[in-house]
């Protein structure tokens, strides 16, 4: 069985993967300080909240108790103690049972490996990706993942410290490291921060294996890459060190390369079916006004599908955080179809954004199923912050076959034994 915890865990991609791939494993813990985020992944994975457990707490215990964590709504600051009373009861109750039921420890800057379950076998860190991005740098003039850069992706170096920490009071690090992140972490600006990061572990006694991997290549008709690297840890034992080089080496993800013929057709990702309430609700809001702004947009974007029938030789841009923006992930057009007076197209919906990072429906109708109105027309989790969680997350298919890889290496190479250095 691997022990995984998930840091920067988001929705729980990699749960989701652990899952699809049927490998026997325990989550004892992750780190998510971002409320969306964390009310999803326990509904995700826990299944529904039963929040009668806590009906004796007050509104004031319960803002008590959640101002002891710094958790966040934007994924930026934490929130205040009057940002916390305002928000409606069930809300905090809803967090509270989400930070209980996941063992969330939220904020990774306060982690200590003295807290964190013994025995931990993966340690995953999809750390954020704002600054390092291409965009940022035009923007922000950002600072990458500089030690000092004091900005949401340095939090990187909070997993230094962790591993410090570990060796300081002597504990067993975990035998597996995964990192997801965008691919700029490989560019001249942050190569330098990138390398020093892989020295670091190179000294711990870990091997990396970086890969830079589409989700098209893992059948999913989505053009998104991203890098990751899987740091296993054998220490100064040769024999191991060799045979996980050798692993690697004939096992290199990379060369994956599907014919177009092998990537699901879009259309099993598109829900065209207007006569279903659902889909077609969801589609109506889905669809701008055709204002001015639009039309560039809607003249410069992939068009996947044209009414009730896909472009099933189309691949989807990368999903984003925001669908109604210039680039986006892809348009369905409307000629016949006339849902919204005036409407030239929609976008993808959030349940169509879900299903292309490979997330599946049934897990998306659980997360609608459980997203009760906190007032009388908003919910816990806005269509804007679900396309935000999508966005955020990683695509499943590529995490199994990484996950695949680790199964394989713990069982008939490091033998489950628990490696120190």
Request: proline residues 4%; charged residues 25%.
């Amino acid at each position: 069985m691997l022990n995984v915890v998930e840091a920067f865990s988001g929705i729980g991609s990699q749960a989701e993967a652990l899952k699809n791939a049927k490998i026997e494993h325990n989550i004892p813990a992750i780190v998510e300080w971002e409320v969306g985020a964390m009310y999803a992944y326990d509904i995700l994975h826990n299944g529904p909240q039963y929040l009668k457990d806590y009906r004796f707490h007050t509104k004031d215990s319960l803002v008590q108790e959640l101002l002891k964590f710094n958790i966040s709504t934007d994924g930026k600051e934490h929130l205040s103690n009057e940002a916390l009373t305002k928000m409606p009861m069930g809300q905090l109750k809803s967090i509270y049972a989400s930070i209980e039921r996941t063992n969330n420890l939220i904020d990774i800057s306060n982690v200590t490996a003295e807290e964190l379950p013994d025995d931990v076998d993966v340690l995953t860190y999809s750390f954020p990706c704002q600054d390092l991005s291409i965009g940022s740098f035009w923007h922000n003039n950002s600072s990458g993942i500089d030690k000092d850069a004091n900005n949401r992706s340095g939090l990187l170096w909070q997993i230094e410290r962790l591993l410090k920490d570990y060796c300081n009071i002597g504990k067993k690090m975990p035998k597996f490291l995964l990192m997801e992140n965008v691919s700029a972490i490989l560019s001249k600006r942050n190569i330098g921060n990138f390398r020093m990061w892989q020295s670091f572990l190179e000294n711990l006694g870990y091997i990396n294996q970086v890969y830079t991997l589409n989700s098209k290549n893992f059948h999913i008709p989505q053009n998104r890459q991203r890098t990751f690297m899987v740091s296993v840890l054998v220490g100064e034992d040769t024999n191991k060190r060799n045979a996980v080089e050798e692993y690697f080496f004939e096992n290199n993800l990379e060369n994956i390369c599907l014919d177009d013929n092998e990537i699901h057709p879009i259309g099993k990702f598109l829900r065209l079916d207007y006569s279903n309430a659902t889909y077609k609700r969801e589609a109506i809001e889905s669809t701008p006004n055709y204002t001015p702004s639009r039309v560039k947009i809607f003249e410069t974007n992939k068009i996947l599908a044209v009414d009730n029938v896909s472009n099933d030789t189309m691949i989807a841009n990368t999903v984003t955080t925001k669908q109604d923006r210039n680039p986006n992930s892809g348009l369905i057009e409307f000629r016949d179809i006339n849902l919204v007076d005036g409407a030239k197209y929609r976008n993808l919906t959030p349940r169509e954004c879900f299903l292309l990072m490979g997330f599946n429906e049934e897990s998306y109708d659980l997360l609608l199923e459980n997203n009760p109105l906190i007032t009388k027309s908003r919910s816990i989790l806005s269509p804007s912050k679900l396309y935000k969680l999508a966005g955020n997350s990683i695509v499943v298919p590529i995490l199994e076959e990484i996950f695949k890889q680790i199964d394989t290496i713990d069982k008939k190479i490091l033998n489950c034994e628990k490696i120190g250095v």
